[in-house]
């Protein structure tokens, strides 16, 4: 009898577990769930009419939130550009009151140890921007090369597989950097301190020639600007900016040089200086082997840029042999006689070629006057415009220039074709496609000779090409000698062969072939080659598909 009222009651013992069960789950649920911001504990349908409205609401609920958090934004911003343009006030009104040295001001109202402490800091800052001396850097990876540009160009070596070696400055700030130096540099020059004549010729941004400007890797604040030729600046992170800006002066060979600086602050002139150019001999020193038909190449460029438009230069030869050598002396010969040119000597040396030695020879020859030294290969293209640059960056005991030359792609795969390729003057076009900033070659330098003397010289135990040009660009980071490093859009580099001989190792021979690629195109041209196969099969393709049309 109790078995039989066990069994009758566990089936509803069983269904009242499950119900209590379900109705634990069910108000778990109910409160554990999270809410969201209406408070509400389900969303509505979609589909109801209710539903779409209730979605709209929220939506329009956080966008509010977002337009709000905008405003606070922008009021924010607002404040700080005040708060900034307030300083910037400040510090041109303590600027503008009286001038020290450095054509600083100082405000009356500001306590004595507030301008000293100021002018201080002006001067040590100036210091470190290297206006006037020099600073000693370990290795040639601690210099902060300059960059180039004109008002419509900027000269970059950081390119990367997106930026172009010439480019526009599209950024309005930039721009607005250029426009300001170069018409302070006009104010400065028609202010009746920087000429002491009343009388003198106003001068106007058609006057700017060049300048100089860089960046690192972290302040990349635009400093130097041109018009028609390159410019540069440079800004350093706990420096600031110097600009020099170089004008044409009153006679054909004379210059306006104005340096500016930027202490992350008002800009300020810093030195006035005129530059006569008009004696300042250039001699060209070429080292030598064989290579009869680059050097005849070389000579119809002299005798265009060097002899018939500038002038004022030398041509020392050094030749090492005498393969080739009478071939190489008739191209000089025919040259002096066809051109009435006379200023140059030719040496010969009966050993093994060396790049260093042959350099070293040619400099340590001249017997003249202090002169300016180009260090310069046989497969170098150079402008009239590019010696000016080398003079105006060179100065003795105080400056040597290091130039990125332009190296061009080999013409054969950029034209397509070897009987589509231009002449050589309309292929040296500065642009991706045609080739790359050198920045990893120190051959060509410009230099006076008593700093190429006093430094050192070349490593005479260098022997061949190559490495002589890194140790002699170290031993003038090392000196007290301001090394100016830019590219210039005046110089290039000819594309010629380059053979991987092998007797090299394999490692050896890699390194060659992968330095041969670099030489021959762009990474897009290269990528064209690689895929030329798949590039004609869609082509075919194409072919056939029009045809059946």
């Known amino acids: 009898m109790v078995r039989r009222g066990l069994v009758a009651w566990l089936p509803q013992m069983i269904v009242l577990l499950v119900v209590l069960c379900c109705t634990v789950s ?96 002006l001067h040590s800052q100036v210091d470190k921007a290297e206006v006037h001396t020099g600073m000693k850097l370990p290795t040639e990876y601690a210099a902060v090369p300059f960059e180039s540009f004109t008002l419509q160009k900027v000269y970059q070596l950081e390119m990367g597989l997106t930026r172009h070696p010439e480019e526009k400055p599209v950024r309005k700030d930039k721009r607005d950097e250029l426009v300001e130096a170069i018409e302070l540099g006009v104010e400065t020059l028609n202010h009746p301190e920087s000429n002491s004549n009343t009388n003198h010729r106003k001068y106007s941004t058609t006057d700017f020639i060049e300048g100089l400007y860089s960046w690192d890797s972290i302040m990349k604040e635009l400093g ?22 170089t004008f044409k002066g009153d006679n054909k060979y004379e210059f306006k040089h104005i340096a500016l600086f930027r202490p992350f602050g008002p800009i300020m002139e810093v030195k006035n200086e005129n530059l006569n150019m008009a004696s300042t001999l250039i001699n060209f020193i070429v080292p030598l082997a064989k290579r009869a038909s680059q050097f005849r190449q070389f000579m119809q460029n002299f005798r265009e840029m060097g002899i018939q438009q500038d002038g004022r230069i030398h041509l020392t030869v050094v030749y090492f042999g005498k393969e080739q050598m009478s071939e190489v002396k008739g191209i000089l010969e025919n040259t002096s006689k066809s051109a009435n040119f006379k200023n140059f000597t030719f040496l010969q040396l009966n050993e093994e070629f060396s790049r260093g ?102 490593d005479l135990d260098i022997k061949g090409w190559g490495g002589e040009d890194v140790h002699l660009y170290r031993k003038y980071l090392h000196s007290n000698l301001i090394v100016v490093r830019t590219p210039v859009r005046g110089l290039f580099h000819l594309w010629h062969e380059k053979h991987c001989l092998y007797e090299l190792t394999p490692e050896q021979y890699k390194m060659c072939i992968q330095s041969k690629a670099m030489n021959e195109a762009s990474h897009g041209q290269l990528g064209m080659l690689v895929f030329r196969r798949e590039i004609d099969a869609h082509r075919h393709k194409q072919k056939a598909s029009k045809k059946k049309i």
Not at 51 to 65: R, S, T
């Open 357 to 458: 030695k042959g350099l070293d020879v040619g400099a340590r020859i001249w017997k003249g006057s202090n002169v300016v030294l180009f260090f310069c290969d046989v497969d170098i293209y150079f402008t009239a415009e590019f010696l000016n640059t080398c003079r105006l960056n060179t100065q003795p005991g105080k400056k040597v220039f290091y130039p990125v030359l332009f190296s061009q792609y080999n013409p054969g795969i950029i034209y397509g074709h070897h009987n589509s390729i231009p002449p050589l003057e309309q292929q040296l076009v500065i642009k991706k496609e045609t080739g790359f900033w050198r920045d990893f070659g120190f051959g060509m330098t410009c230099q006076y000779r008593s700093d190429y003397i006093n430094v050192g010289g070349f």
């Open 224 to 245: 130097r600007c041109g018009l028609e030729w390159p410019g540069m600046y440079r800004t350093e992170r706990d420096k600031g900016t110097l600009y020099e800006l």
């Open 26 to 121: 069910v108000l778990y649920m109910l409160a554990c769930t999270p809410r969201g911001e209406n408070q509400q504990l389900a969303f509505p349908r979609a589909n109801s009419p209710t539903g779409k409205e209730d979605f709209q609401a929220i939506l329009q609920e956080k966008e509010e939130h977002h337009w709000d958090y905008i405003d606070i934004l922008k009021r924010q911003i607002a404040q700080l550009k005040d708060e900034l343009q307030e300083r910037n006030e400040q510090l041109k009104t303590m600027l503008g009151h009286s001038t020290d040295s450095l054509g600083v001001g100082v405000d009356p109202g500001h306590s004595e140890k507030s301008q000293k402490d100021l002018l201080q800091f």
